[in-house]
C-alpha cells in the first residue's frame, strides 16, 4: 500500500503543542492555521506528563478537545506516542531505565530522551501509553498517521543495556571463536574465553577496540527498531488502516542506520535543520531520503524558521523558508512540516522559533508561511513523477561509524563531508543524485561516485565491479575500500576490495597537515603510465540540465592542488591522469607519482582520487559545466530555484535574486 496516498495532498503544517498554551489559545491557532493553509500537525510529542500525570492515572480530556478543534477547522492529526520524553515520576519509581553514559555516569530526569530501550519498565510503559492512545482514538477522524516517538537516539550503557549486547551478539556471530575473530581480540589480551565477560563499550583507559565500538553501534539501531516495532504493532492491531512513522534525526551522532528502518516505516519522514549551507545541504537530506524512501514519496517532517550556525541561531532570509522547502518536495517530500506551530515562550528551546513566531500573526515569518501555504496545493500535478536523477553517490551509516573510530590516521577524517563534497558537486553543477547504499542496484546511473567508503563488505565490493564492468564509470576517493565489515583492515596493499577493480595498489598513506597543498599535474616522463587505452567519461545522462564533457582533459593545463590526504600510489593496469609535482620534500616524498588514476573494466572505467579536490578541480574531473540555480526535473516538469543574490538565466527562464519557477519544462531532443 502507499501510505502516503492516505494523507492526500501535499502536507503542510508542524508540530503543535497546545499543551504549552492556555485553552483560550487553541481556538486562534486553528483559525490562524486555516489562514495558513495548514492541513497536519504533529500533537502530544513532549505530552506524556499531561496525558499521565501519575503511574496507570490518565488525562485525555485536553487531548480529546484538541483533536476535535482541529477536526473542525479541517486539520489532521499526526498522533505522536510522547515515549521520548517519560514524565518525572516515571524515573523516580524505576531509576534503572533511566541512561547510564559510557563513563557510568547515570543521568536523571531534567531534559528530554533521558530513557534506556533496554529496561523491561520503560518498554513495558512505552507499550503501555501507546495502546491507550490507539484506544482512545482509533476511531477519531482527524487521525490521519502515528508519530512513533521522536527523534530516536539515545544509548545507554546500563547493565540492561550490556545484557541486551551480549544477547545481540551470539545471534551475530554465534560462537566466541567468531567474535574473537571478527574483533581482534588477540590484540591488547582482550580474548574473550566467556559471553559474560563482554559488556558496552564503556570508557577505557585508552582506545577502545573498533570492532566492538562498531558492533555497539549496529546494536543499538537494531535495540531501538526493536521499541519502535512494538509500538507499531499495538498501533497497526488497533488501527489497521493508518500510516505509522517516526522522524528520522540526522547527524553523525545518531546511532540509527536510517536505510534498516526505512522498511518498517509506512512513511520515511526527517527532521533537517542545515546551519552553513543551508541549500546545498538541504538537497543532501532530501536525496539522502529519498534513497533511503527507496524511491517513493517521503515527509520532510521537522525544519526550522531559524537558521543554526553554530555560534548562532539567524532569522532565515526573505524568501528563504519557501526555498528550502520547495527544495524538499522538488526532490521527494510530501508536503513541508515544521517544529513548530507557535514558539514556545519558555522552555529549553524557547528561542527555536515558530510558524507563528514570538511576534505573533503580524510578522514576515508568519506572512512567508502563509503565502508558503497558498503555494503547495499548486504543485501537485508536479509531484506526480518521480525524481529524475542523472548520478548516484553512496553512502553507508556503518562505514560512517567506522571512520569515527579513534586510533585512525588522521584524527580530522570526516566521511559524511566527504559525501557532502561528492553531493554538493553535483548540485552546484546541475546534477541530481540519488544517494544510495552500496549494495543497490547502480546499473541505472552512468556515473556513481564512491566517497572514502573506509567500509566495504565483499559481496557489495562485487557490486561495483558489476557496474563497471557493465559500462559503468565509478570515481572513487582516498580510503575507500580499506576495511571489511568487522573494521579489520584488508592486507596486500590499499584499497583492499578495490584494486583490482581500479588498478592500483597504495602503499602507504600520507595525510597532511592544514597548511600544506600539494600541486597536480598532467603525468610527464618521470610517472609510470600503463598502456591501457584511454576511457571517456561519459556523455551527459538526458535527465540533467548540466552536461557531462565527452571527454575528460583533467588536469589541463594549469596545475590542481590536493590537499588533506594524500597516498603513494602504484599502477597496476590504471593509467595516471594526474601526478604530484610538488613540493618534494621529506614530509612530502611523492613528486612524480599517481595522484589521480583511470582503469578501463570490462566496458566501463573507474577512476581513483588519491587526495581532497577542491569542489572546483572535482567538476572538471568530472568534466561538469557550472549551473548557478537549483534544477530538479520530475517528469515533464521542472523546478528551478535560485538560492543567490543575482539574477540567472537558466534556458528560457528569467529567474529573480531568491526566485523560483516549477513549470513543464521544454521538450528535450
Known amino acids: 500500500m502507499d501510505w502516503s496516498e492516505r494523507l492526500g495532498g501535499l502536507c503542510y503544517g508542524g508540530d503543535y503543542n497546545p499543551e504549552q498554551w492556555p485553552e ?19 500533537v502530544g510529542v513532549f505530552s506524556w506528563a499531561r496525558l499521565e500525570p501519575a503511574p496507570g492515572v490518565h488525562d485525555l480530556g485536553w487531548l480529546d478537545r484538541v483533536l476535535d478543534l482541529l477536526h473542525d477547522g479541517g486539520i489532521r492529526v499526526n498522533l505522536a506516542t510522547p515515549t521520548a520524553s517519560p514524565p518525572p515520576w516515571f524515573g523516580l519509581a524505576h531509576p534503572d531505565a533511566l541512561t547510564v553514559t559510557h563513563d557510568g555516569t547515570r543521568l536523571t530526569h531534567g531534559s528530554r530522551d533521558t530513557y534506556c530501550v533496554h529496561s523491561p519498565a520503560y518498554l513495558a510503559a512505552c507499550a503501555g501509553i501507546a495502546r491507550t492512545l490507539a484506544e482512545r482514538y482509533r476511531d477519531h477522524p482527524a487521525l490521519a498517521m502515528w508519530h512513533v516517538h521522536n527523534e530516536y537516539g539515545t544509548t545507554c550503557h546500563c547493565d540492561h543495556a550490556a545484557d541486551a549486547f551480549r544477547t545481540w551478539l551470539r545471534a551475530r556471530h554465534g560462537t566466541l571463536e567468531a567474535l574473537n575473530d571478527a574483533w581482534t581480540t588477540s590484540f591488547w589480551s582482550q580474548h574473550y574465553s566467556a559471553w559474560e565477560q563482554i559488556t558496552t563499550p564503556r570508557a577505557t583507559q585508552y582506545l577502545p577496540n573498533p570492532s566492538q565500538a562498531l558492533d555497539f553501534r549496529r546494536f543499538v539501531s537494531d535495540a531501538m527498531l526493536d521499541h519502535f516495532r512494538e509500538q507499531k504493532a499495538v498501533l497497526r492491531e488497533l488501527t489497521p488502516d493508518i500510516p505509522i512513522t517516526t522522524n528520522f534525526v540526522l547527524g553523525d551522532w545518531v546511532p540509527v542506520n536510517h536505510r534498516h528502518w526505512a522498511a518498517e516505516v509506512d512513511l520515511v519522514a526527517i527532521d533537517h535543520y542545515p546551519s552553513t549551507d543551508p541549500p546545498a545541504e538541504t538537497a543532501f537530506a532530501a536525496d539522502l531520503a529519498r534513497g533511503w524512501a527507496t524511491g517513493k514519496p517521503w515527509l520532510l517532517m521537522e525544519q526550522a524558521v531559524v537558521t543554526y550556525t553554530g555560534p548562532r541561531m539567524r532569522a532565515k532570509h526573505p524568501g528563504e523558508i519557501t526555498r528550502l522547502s520547495l527544495s524538499h518536495i522538488a526532490r521527494g517530500s ?40 497558498a503555494l503547495l496545493p499548486t504543485l501537485e500535478d508536479a509531484c506526480a513523477a518521480p525524481v529524475e536523477a542523472g548520478a548516484a553517490i553512496l553512502w553507508d551509516a556503518e562505514a560512517n561509524w567506522a571512520l569515527q573510530a579513534p586510533g585512525l590516521p588522521s584524527t580530522e577524517l570526516n566521511y559524511t563531508e566527504a559525501v557532502r563534497q561528492a553531493h554538493r558537486v553535483l548540485y552546484r553543477h546541475g546534477v541530481t543524485a540519488d544517494v544510495v547504499h552500496p549494495s543497490a542496484d547502480l546499473s541505472a546511473y552512468p556515473l556513481v561516485l564512491v566517497p572514502s567508503l573506509y567500509l566495504i563488505s565483499d559481496a557489495d565490493a562485487d557490486n561495483l565491479r558489476r557496474y563497471v ?9 582516498y580510503l575507500s575500500g580499506i576495511a571489511d565489515e568487522h573494521a579489520r583492515v584488508r592486507l596486500g596493499g590499499y584499497p583492499g576490495a578495490l584494486r583490482d577493480l581500479l588498478g592500483i595498489r597504495v602503499e602507504e598513506f600520507h595525510p597532511l597537515p592544514p597548511d600544506v597543498a600539494l600541486t597536480l599535474s598532467a603525468p610527464d616522463v618521470l610517472a609510470p603510465r600503463s598502456t591501457s587505452p584511454r576511457a571517456e567519461i561519459p556523455a551527459r545522462p538526458p535527465t540533467d540540465e548540466a552536461t557531462f564533457s565527452d571527454e575528460t582533459t583533467f588536469p589541463g593545463d594549469r596545475p590542481e592542488t590536493g590537499t588533506f590526504w594524500s597516498e603513494h600510489v602504484h599502477l597496476e593496469g590504471a593509467e595516471a591522469l594526474a601526478v604530484y609535482t610538488g613540493p618534494h620534500t621529506l614530509a612530502t616524498p611523492l613528486s612524480g607519482q599517481p595522484a589521480i588514476t583511470r582503469h578501463p573494466y570490462g566496458s566501463g572505467t573507474a577512476l581513483y582520487i588519491s587526495t581532497r579536490l577542491t569542489d572546483d578541480a572535482y567538476a572538471r574531473l568530472l568534466g561538469l559545466s557550472p549551473t548557478p540555480v537549483e534544477l530538479v526535473r520530475r517528469g515533464d516538469w521542472l523546478f528551478a530555484i535560485n538560492h543567490g543574490d543575482e539574477e540567472h538565466e537558466p534556458g528560457d527562464l528569467l529567474l529573480p535574486p531568491g526566485g523560483f519557477a516549477v513549470r513543464p519544462h521544454v521538450e528535450r531532443e
Open 469 to 477: 564492468s557493465g559500462g559503468g564509470t565509478l570515481v572513487v576517493s
Open 24 to 42: 483560550d489559545v487553541w481556538k486562534e491557532d486553528v483559525e490562524l492555521m486555516r489562514r495558513a493553509g495548514v492541513n497536519l500537525v504533529s
Open 334 to 373: 510530501r508536503g513541508a512540516m515544521f517544529f513548530q506551530w507557535r514558539a514556545s515562550r519558555g522552555g529549553a528551546e524557547l528561542w527555536h522559533g515558530g510558524m507563528v513566531p514570538h511576534a505573533g500573526p503580524d510578522s514576515r515569518i508568519f506572512r512567508e508561511i502563509c503565502d508558503l501555504g
